[in-house]
Every structure is written in structure tokens, then in C-alpha cells.
């Protein structure tokens, strides 16, 4: 379905679709439409906002786009298969933006954030088994929400299946290696070389335990080691949340099957479930990145060429001066935007006000007019 | 699709002002009080006052005037259909209120001699108080969050438990996936406005009310299916505004020495009188003299500027670019004002829940403050001192009901099964506004004034007509057309009571507000009294039935 604009003006130069007009709309009239990248990409990350600030020179606030996912940015410009650019509506013209090493770039410039919100402590204890990616994903933001995290590990060292590819080269284990850092740098407890995981005990002592798991073997183990039947350790889908104890998570952690990114999302889920399972908001209640969100995939933006739209095709292959980088950064379309879907528009502003690239312009309704 | 249940000490129905001001005071009273908020839009900015207000509408200065006079200048706005002990209270707590909001940051001009600046819009004293904050409600928001209360989004009330004549909580709906959410609560406050869509607004614009038009009439009809009652449903009130965009300026102008001009340039309102002397305007305009103008160019431009600086920055900015666009400079041009919309409404006009002066409803458990309560002409201050009222009582009654709350699984199914059935689109090809527009418009034939027997009675049949149209054949094609079905269904419910209450006062009184035709007298020998519209017990017909005037001062 195309998109009308009635009232709602959006400067698509200016706007990075990430969504907040929506939110704040008290007449449900926003959607946004998502971009292909943002939307086949687990992580939901908002490609098309960091780019475009990218190649307006907004090096910083670009940065800030991907705050969430900090420490993983290096990890994903490295490891991830990049299904965002299999996607990427570019492919129509010439060829798809090289979205990863764009990341690898930005990560790559040492920026720091303007501000860090520490979280107030929460006084509440959650432990997280294992320490691979969706454990420390888990960690790093129930660290920053103000949770006392505990990780507990098998073996001698911190990084699970990460372990593995920094044997790869010296930038990988550069790369992972800052990563465990800035990890460990959170004031997170670690415990390593646990032995046996005592399920029973260890649910007698945190609020919440996470079980992350990278094969079937490490599962059996745990069931073998605790006497647990099959059943106990079944997770609901949506949520991670076991069916036998409403404390327990389970996720499966990153492996040969499971792609790093799918994995970092798993520790998301985790994350947002245990919050709300220590808040007392339901575990179920507007999961998912689509209709509770406010986020459309039917509806496709008409191929509109923004101000910034670079259209001629330079063969590039490699990202390395500055110039190349926003010649790079220029060429991506701008595919999501925010559109007033239900025109139930009161004309009220907050939209508009709270939008942090001041990219919408409410008008008075044609009717009114 | 799954159904969510979450347990809490209060619910508060309704994030607005009212909502706002009830969850901060009962933190204040029990930090360990689990609050909810059901909120139908988003919370940062919604409600009637989507960012902020230009004035603290009714505030009762010491030395300069009394909660006495207050009364005294209602019963008259009201003629004579008012509970004495709500307004007295409002008026005798709206300082402390004001003293309270000013530590809060919110900002009330000062004259150079330190006092508050106040102006006069009632028939007696000088009331109304100057503000400019146009960050009001985000700072509420911000006080509620802080407070730890939970707050769930885009979440439209539909019923409230009830179980043993006592409310045991709610369920509510997602505006965009559909899916319900049922919250058990040891009491209830309502907030959720009054009923803003009622008819049409001349633009045709469903969404071009006056009022925040998410307010749909769901608090009078969660109320009202508990068993509740209702006052004040026949007086279906109609503002005079900004022609086209409706917007309020009134007030702001005429208080700074604006003049409302009938079409032949004759003075029909200017400074000292009582806002509430629409009659003037309507008369003036049902004999041809449309469109009323305000004139501002006589003023000083310092006095312009002030009326612009108010107008364009606290209430509704948005009426800068209206008035860009259409050219008009207030130094040059006239404003043309155009009566609008009906609207039900308690804090304008005097339609809503009948409370006491504790904020109780006529149902044990259930509380409300703000629009959705019948103190009329209350306004902002009526929404936080009954916001704050409700939750003062709510807490004494949570305290003393700390025994498990059952949930009553029959109410839930049923809720369930509508909602399945208007998501069921089999053989379905009406548009929910289609529907909408063609309700709004006949409301507009058959249930305001000029009415008499025939109209009102009219509706009656048609409103039958239209809730089966709603079931048969009226498409939800998502999660938002399905929640603008369930309006759509208060809308017509509220009809219904308005009709009825309508039909119950054989005489005219306020104006156009309530003009029968056939009965053109006022009559205080017969009807000085609250016409009560309410559930009849098993079933879901609305029965009226009448109550005194309470004038005495508690």
C-alpha cells in the first residue's frame, strides 16, 4: 500500500525513522514504516538513522542511534552475516549500501556518549549461566538498568563461543577482547569454573536465573546433573520463561545453528523479560517489534529521493577515508518514515515537538484548512 | 489472541489531568500503593491538556475572594442545578492547589505588587487565575513515573469488574493489536474524560472537536454498565470557537479587553462579562447576524502580543499556523468564531458521574475526578482537587479492603466474545468512521437542541438501528478500527442517555443547551432537581430516575 501524506509533513532529509512521533501520537494516528534493513535485522537496528546522520557529518549522534547495542557494534561490524544487506532497497539502482562496514567505521572513532545513564540500583539479584553473546547482552542491560548480575561460567574464561573466533585473527581477538572488558568493567560478578550448576539451589538464591545454552549437550547436562525431566526446562517461545519456574529464562546461546545476531537479540528477550518479570508487568503484553510498536511492513514508502540521496554509482569496495564513508553513507534511500495511517490527527504537536531531528511538520488538516 | 491479568491496589482509568494528579497524591498518602494507569493514548502528553494551559481556571484567593462566592456565582451559572458541597470544596481547596503547583515549578504570573494575576470570566468575582505552562502535562508525567506508578499505553477502558455490588477492577482493550488486558484492583478512580466526538463539528472533521476527541464517552459508559449513575446527560452542551479549527481563544481575549461583534459590527460580549453568556451569541446568530468576530485591533500591540504569546505557545500553538495560513493578523483582521459541536462534558459543562463531595460515585469502589465527574464548570482545578479527593478516599477504602478480590471469568469471557464478534469481518463492508459520520450527524437531528418529543424519541429507534449496523456490518481490519468500534459504541450508549434524560426534563433551562420545544418554559417548581440516568438491574435499558438539589455546605 503507498503512503498519502495528508497533514503530517516529513522531511525525509532530516528524518531518521526512529520512531518516537509515533510513540508519542495520542490519537494512535502515526506508523512507522520500517526500512527493509531495520526490518529483516534481529536486533531491529535503525541502519537507516545512523546512516543518514552519517552522511550529514553527524559522526556523534549517529553513534548515539546505536547506544543501545554499545560494546556489540565492533562484534557485529566482525561476525554478523549482514542479512540487512541482502535487503537493502539500494540494490534497485545499483548495488546495496555496505551497511557493516559503515558500522565498522563509526565504531572505529573512538566517539564516547554525551551522557551515560547510570541505573538506580534495583536491589534485586539475577544470575546469568553461561557467558557468551546473549549472556553478556543480557548482562549489559540489566547492568544498566540497575540489576546485581552474576555470571556464571563452566570453564576458566568469560565469552563462550566468542572464545573460539578470537583465534581467528588479531583484530578478532582485539576486538573480543575489549568487548569482555568493557563487560567486566560493568561491576558484573563473575564466577568461573562453577562445577556442577545446582538449579534448585541457585533459584533459592537470585530473583531471577538466566540458563543460556550453546548445544543440546550443554542442556542434557544440566538435566542430567539436576535430575530434571525434559519438560521442566521447556521455554515459552515469546518470552524465554520456563513453564516449571517462572524465575528461569532459557535461550540458546550463539553456535554453529545460531547466527551472532539472532543471538544478541535472544539476550534482549531476556533482558526485557526478566525486567518486567521483577516490575510485575505482564511477560507477554506488547512483545514483538511489529503491531504493539506501531511498526508496518505492508505499507512501503514511494521511492522518494531525499536531498541526500546520492544516485550516481561509484564502484567502491573498500571504506577507508572520510570521503568514502559519506560518498557511501550518501547513497542510502531513506526507505522508512513515519505516516499518518489512521488520520485521526488532533493537531496537537507532541509529534512534532519531541522529534529529535525536528522532521515533522504538523499541518492543519485539509478539512480545516 | 491471549488475554493479560495484572493485579493492583488502584487503578486509575484515564492518564490525563485528573489521572495525573490521583496516582501522585495517593503515592503521597501510601508509597507502597500499587497504582496502574490505563491510558488510551500515550502519557507523556496526553489528555485534554496535551502541554500545558494559559490558566488555573477557578482559584479562590484569601482576601480577595471566598469559596462562599464561588457557590453563590455557580448556582447562578448553573441555574440553580448544582450540588452545593462539590463546587465549595474545589473552590476552598484551589489555593492550596495553587501554592502546591507553584512548588512544582509551574508558572503563575505575578502583578508588580507580588499578587497573583487573576481576571474575571464568572458572572461574580475574579476567579480565574493566570498561568503559562506549557509543559504542564509533561511535568504531571514526570511526577507519576517518578512515583513508580505502571503505566500502560494506548489502552482504552471497557468495563469495570464488578462483582457483589463492589468494583473489582477493569479490563481494557489495546488500541492497536486488540489484545485485552484485565486489572484487578481494590478500587477504581475514573478520569477518562467526558464525550468530545458527540455530534459534528461543522468542518465535517471527525477529529475536529474542541475537546480531546480520544475522549469517546467511555468513562460514562464503563460507569454507567456498572450500575452507576449519571447527572446532567441532557445538557448537551456547544461551545462558540475559532471558526473552522475549534479552538478556544475566548477566554484569553476577552479577559485582555478583546470584543465579540455580531456580523452588523453590534458589541455582544466584552470585558466583565461572564464567559458562560453564550446565549447572547446564539441569539445573535440564529437570527443571521453569523459570523461572530473578536476584534483585538483596537489594543495596544503590547495587549496583542500578550494574547498572541498565550495563544501561541500554551493551549493549542498549532492556531499560529491556522492563522498564517488564512492571513489574518489580529492588528488588521477580525476573528470569526462559529458554534461547534455538542460535547457531554463535566468540566465545561455539567454532564458526568454523580459524585459527592468525597469524589464517590453511587457504586462502592469507584471514584471519579475531572471531565468524566459531574461538578459542573469545574476545569482544571476540578480535575486535580477531585483528582487528589479520589485519591484520598481511595486509599482509606483500599486500606480497609485488604481481602483477596475475586475476578468475575463470566464478565471477562463475554468481553472476550464481543470483541471476537466486531473482529469477525465475514460479509462486513462499512467503514467504522462511515458508520461514525452518519451516527455523529444524526445525533445532531434528533438529540440537541432545538428538541422535543418526536426528535428524542426518533433517536431512540435509530440508535437500535446503528448498534445493529455495529455488530453486522461494520469492518475492523485491525486493532485500531476495532477500538474506534468500541467508541463508536459509547458514542451511541451516551446518545442513548442523553435522550433519555432529555426526554425526563419536560422544560427548558441553560440556553441551547437544553431547549425543548415543546416544554419553552423554565420551570423551578418542578424541576429544580438532577435528572439520574442509570442501568436497570439485569438488564442494559437506561432508567431515569430524580434526586434533590443538595444546597447545603458540608
Sequence with gaps: MLIRDTNIKVDRDRCIACGICVDRCIMDNLRLSVSPCRQVCPLHINCQGFIRLLAQGKDQEAFEVLEEYLPFMSLLSLLCHAPCEKVCARKKVDRPVQIRDLYGYLFDQKLELSQIEEGISKNKKVAILGSGPAALMAEWCLKRSGYDVTLLERTEEIGGSLRIHMAESQNHHKTIQTLLDTIIATGVEIKTNIGTFDYNATCDLYDAVVITHQSDGDLSRLKEQNRLDAKRLQPDQITFQSADNKKIFICKEFSEELRLVNALANGKTIFESVKRFLTGVPLGWERGFWEAQGNEKSYMAPFEKAKHVRLKNKQLSDIGTREEVLQEAERCLGCGRPFDANQTCWYCLPCEIDCPHSAIEVQIPFLLR | ?554
Design chain 2, 1 to 554: 489472541m491471549e488475554t493479560r491479568y495484572i493485579n493492583s491496589d488502584l487503578l486509575i482509568i484515564g492518564g490525563g489531568s485528573a489521572g495525573c494528579m490521583a496516582a501522585i497524591r495517593a503515592h503521597e498518602l501510601n508509597p507502597d500503593l500499587k497504582i496502574t494507569i490505563f491510558e488510551k493514548g500515550d502519557f507523556k502528553y496526553s489528555g485534554s491538556i496535551t502541554r500545558g494551559m494559559d490558566a488555573l481556571n477557578v482559584v479562590s484567593i484569601p482576601g480577595l475572594t471566598t469559596p462562599e462566592l464561588y457557590v453563590e456565582s455557580m448556582i447562578k451559572e448553573c441555574q440553580g442545578i448544582i450540588d452545593a458541597s462539590p463546587s465549595y470544596l474545589m473552590a476552598k481547596r484551589s489555593y492550596d492547589l495553587l501554592k502546591k503547583l507553584e512548588k512544582w515549578g509551574v508558572y503563575f504570573i505575578h502583578e508588580k505588587d507580588g499578587s497573583y494575576r487573576t481576571l474575571k470570566i464568572h458572572t461574580q468575582g475574579s476567579f480565574l487565575t493566570a498561568m503559562e505552562e506549557p509543559d504542564l502535562k509533561t511535568m504531571l508525567a514526570q511526577k507519576v513515573e517518578q512515583a513508580g506508578v505502571k503505566v500502560f499505553n494506548r489502552i482504552m477502558g471497557l468495563e469495570l469488574l464488578k462483582e457483589d455490588k463492589q468494583v473489582n477492577g477493569a479490563v481494557g482493550i489495546h488500541t492497536r493489536t486488540g489484545h485485552l488486558i484485565v486489572c484487578k484492583a481494590k478500587a477504581v478512580i475514573m478520569t477518562a474524560g467526558g464525550l468530545a466526538r458527540f455530534t459534528l463539528p461543522n468542518s465535517g472533521y471527525l477529529y475536529g472537536t474542541f475537546d480531546y476527541p480520544g475522549n469517546s464517552g467511555d468513562g460514562y459508559t464503563m460507569a454507567f454498565k456498572a450500575g452507576a449513575c449519571l447527572t446532567g446527560m441532557e445538557h448537551t452542551e456547544r461551545g462558540v470557537l475559532i471558526k473552522d479549527v475549534n479552538i478556544p481563544l475566548l477566554a484569553v481575549s476577552i479577559t485582555r479587553g478583546g470584543k465579540v461583534l455580531d456580523a452588523l459590527d453590534s458589541v455582544i460580549m466584552e470585558e466583565g462579562c461572564s464567559i458562560y453568556g453564550y446565549e447572547g451569541m446564539v441569539l445573535a446568530m440564529e437570527k443571521g447576524l453569523s459570523p461572530l468576530k473578536i476584534r483585538l485591533s483596537h489594543l495596544p500591540n503590547e495587549k496583542i502580543e500578550e494574547i498572541e504569546q498565550i495563544l501561541f505557545t500554551t493551549e493549542r500553538p498549532i492556531q499560529k499556523r491556522f492563522f498564517k495560513n488564512r492571513g489574518i493578523d489580529f492588528r488588521k483582521q477580525d476573528i470569526e468564531l462559529w458554534t461547534t459541536e455538542h460535547q457531554l462534558c463535566g468540566g465545561h459543562g455539567m454532564s458526568g458521574l454523580y459524585i459527592n463531595e468525597k469524589a464517590e460515585s453511587t457504586v462502592s469502589g469507584l471514584y471519579a475526578a475531572g471531565d468524566v465527574a459531574a461538578v459542573p464548570k469545574q476545569h482544571l482545578t476540578g480535575a486535580f482537587v477531585f483528582g487528589e479527593v479520589a485519591a484520598e478516599q481511595a486509599v482509606e477504602f483500599v486500606k480497609n479492603r485488604d481481602k483477596k478480590i475475586g475476578l468475575n471469568s463470566n464478565q471477562v469471557n463475554r468481553i472476550e466474545k464481543k470483541r471476537n464478534g466486531y473482529f469477525d469481518s465475514s460479509g462486513k463492508e462499512i467503514l467504522v468512521h462511515e458508520l461514525e459520520y452518519k451516527v455523529r450527524r444524526v445525533i445532531g437531528d434528533y438529540v440537541v437542541s432545538p428538541k422535543n418529543v418526536y426528535k428524542l424519541e426518533r433517536w431512540l429507534e435509530s440508535s437500535k438501528t446503528f448498534k445493529k449496523e455495529l455488530s453486522q456490518q461494520v469492518l475492523a481490519r485491525n486493532g485500531h478500527e476495532l477500538s474506534r468500534i468500541f467508541e463508536l459504541e459509547n458514542i451511541i450508549l451516551c446518545a442513548d442517555m442523553s435522550a433519555k434524560a432529555g426526554l425526563a426534563r419536560t422544560e427548558s433551562r441553560w440556553g441551547r443547551s437544553h431547549a425543548r420545544v415543546d416544554f419553552p418554559e423554565r420551570d423551578d417548581v418542578n424541576w429544580l432537581k438532577h435528572v439520574l440516568v442509570q442501568k436497570e438491574d439485569n438488564s442494559s435499558k437506561a432508567i431515569v430516575s430524580y434526586r434533590p438539589i443538595l444546597n447545603q455546605l458540608k
